[in-house]
């Protein structure tokens, strides 16, 4: 798996591992959501019971049947009451529960859930102890069910979110790594792919997997038909044409064009966004100067709240483009923390990881911000307008100061929590060599990291050996940390917990307000 992968997959162990409510777990097609979940299948304990369904577009009824017949719940037949269907269900948790036993919900597709389904879900979750909730659903989709499960109407299903993750396609590299690894599994040491192929096969396919996995497929059948030992890039085309069932060459070059036209033509409104944004010239693109990625400039201390209009509404500002809120808000994220965006090119995530950033996306509410103490984009959502994002970029007791477009504005926190759906994105910076969550056995220049950040919160002197293992005592260190931050104290450093450490001993790391200082 790819480090987003992995955490992914950190993700939905995490929410497995909670007290319950719903996963949401999303990405474009062929992203590798599913064969992620089937990791995650193979991984569960035999007392959680399990089951998956793969066609949601069921109505109430027919969705209670079908969990019923994959939890094998037995049911009077011809039974059509959405009631009786509940309560054997609610039966078949309790009886589970009362065995130590977990129950999880798995729904594949769930962007084209309808909102009542949702609905009854989101009430199936309603049966609780006092520890736990005994149902745990996890839904997979496409970027779409974001936007579905945000809507005002599902406000209580998303306020019942523990854990969410989108995932994104493979970057060039990963793209790479990921052939060559498949390569090597099939019992080849030979490089097959070279470079240049490696470089066209990532722009044709987009780096999504199953692309990447047809083309490669196709690519080696015509390689071997022709007595190749390597698909050079000529084969490679020949194999996309007959995969995607047109003259992809001509498509490509046909989409090059446009693509010049629309950057062209965007080139003049991006200058100006930058400008109303800014209030002088634009970043520059992270591809225009990739030196400056390995080490972004360190943004300054925020020492007090930042300077806002003082008014009490959320209202997009007169004059300005609405649907290009969100790539406002990911262009201000990324330049406190010392980064480009550039919205003609990938995702805001994907520009991030390129400069040594980690995006966390997540569901919470404004505590939650709070503890975080990083600037996020947020997703607002008003009744008659739909989504539009914002970024926080600043919170005291009373008020919290938020960037909407080209405006700065002051609200008061009641009016920041009427208008958020709870959806946030927020950055860090990864240790190095940092690949999945750190607990005991790990070792590494990662591990070295937690141990001197450890010693910079806690105020301690710095004495750190080089390639000592993740034992006890690190794990004890790390629970009273994560007890002291109102984490979950498991003793392992996960993302909350690398964000956290990063916030309270990397001076360069940029902050909500001014009793962030204060803690330090």
């Known amino acids: 798996m790819s480090g ?24 474009e097609v062929g992203t ?33 049947a079908t969990i019923c017949a994959e939890f094998g719940i037995a049911v009077p037949a011809g039974t059509k009451s959405i009631k009786v269907f509940v309560d054997h269900i609610n039966i078949f948790l309790l009886d589970t529960h009362a065995k130590g036993h977990k129950t999880v919900l798995i729904i594949d597709e769930a962007q084209n859930l309808s909102i009542p389904v ?11 102890t006092n ?41 060039k590299r990963e793209t790479a790594a990921y052939v060559n690894h498949r390569l090597t599994v ?3 040491a030979r490089n097959l792919f070279p470079p240049s192929t490696l470089n066209k096969l990532y722009s044709l396919s987009n780096g999504v997997p199953r692309v990447i996995n047809l083309l490669c497929d196709r690519a080696l059948l015509g390689a071997y038909v022709q007595g190749k030992d390597k698909v050079d890039w000529r084969t490679l085309s020949n194999a996309a044409q007959e995969v995607f069932g047109t003259d992809h060459a001509a498509r490509s070059r046909v989409a090059a064009w446009g693509f010049a036209l629309l950057t062209l033509a965007g080139t003049g409104a991006a200058l100006g966004f930058a400008y109303r944004q800014y209030g002088t010239a634009p970043p520059v693109s992270p591809i225009a100067a990739p030196a400056a990625r390995s080490e972004p400039a360190a943004t300054p201390i925020v020492k007090t709240m930042p300077e806002a209009k003082k008014t009490d509404t959320l209202d997009w500002p007169e004059g300005e483009a609405r649907g290009h809120s969100e790539a406002l808000a990911n262009a201000a ?44 984009v947020l997703q607002l959502v008003d009744a008659s307008d739909g989504a539009m994002y914002a970024l926080l970029n600043g919170l005291d007791e009373e008020n919290a100061v938020v960037e909407l477009g080209s405006a700065t504005r002051k609200v008061p926190l009641a009016t920041l929590a009427a208008h958020w759906s709870g959806v946030y994105t927020a950055l860090w910076r990864a240790p190095p060599d940092y690949r999945v969550p750190l607990q005991a056995g790990a070792r590494g220049a990662a591990v070295d990291w937690v141990r001197v950040a450890l010693a910079k919160a806690e105020g301690s002197p710095v004495t750190v050996k080089k390639g000592e293992v993740f034992d006890r005592q690190l794990a004890a260190q790390i629970k009273t940390f994560q007890v002291n931050e109102r984490l979950e104290p498991d003793g392992i450093a ?25 803690r330090r």
Not at 14 to 27: A, K, M, P, Q, R
Not at 35 to 57: G, M, V, W
Not at 164 to 169: A, E, I, N
Request: glycine share 8%; proline share 6%.
């Open 131 to 171: 520890e736990r909730k005994l149902l745990q659903i996890i839904l997979l989709g496409q970027p779409e069910l974001r936007d579905l499960v945000a809507r005002p109407e599902l406000r209580q299903l998303a306020q019942r979110i523990v854990a969410r993750y989108h995932l994104r396609p493979l970057g």
């Open 186 to 188: 099939a019992g080849t």
């Open 32 to 64: 590798g959501k599913t064969t992620l979940c089937r990791c995650l299948l193979e991984q569960l304990p035999e007392t959680c019971h399990s089951a998956f369904i793969y066609n949601p577009k069921l109505t109430v009824t027919e969705l209670l």
């Open 333 to 376: 994220l990324l330049k406190r923390w010392g980064a480009s965006f550039d919205p003609a090119t990938t995702s805001p995530c994907r520009q991030a990881e390129e400069q040594g950033l980690r995006c966390l996306s997540d569901h919470g509410d404004l505590e939650q911000l709070r503890r975080l103490d990083v600037p996020a």
């Open 4 to 27: 987003q992968h992995q955490e992914a997959l950190a993700h939905l162990v995490y929410g497995i591992n909670s007290d319950g409510g719903f996963v949401l777990l999303t990405g």
């Open 494 to 518: 996960g993302p909350n917990t690398l964000l956290r450490l990063l916030a309270r001993s990397d001076p360069a790391t940029p902050l909500l307000g001014a009793k962030s200082q204060e």
């Open 118 to 128: 949702l609905e009854q879900l989101r009430l199936l979750t309603n049966l609780e």
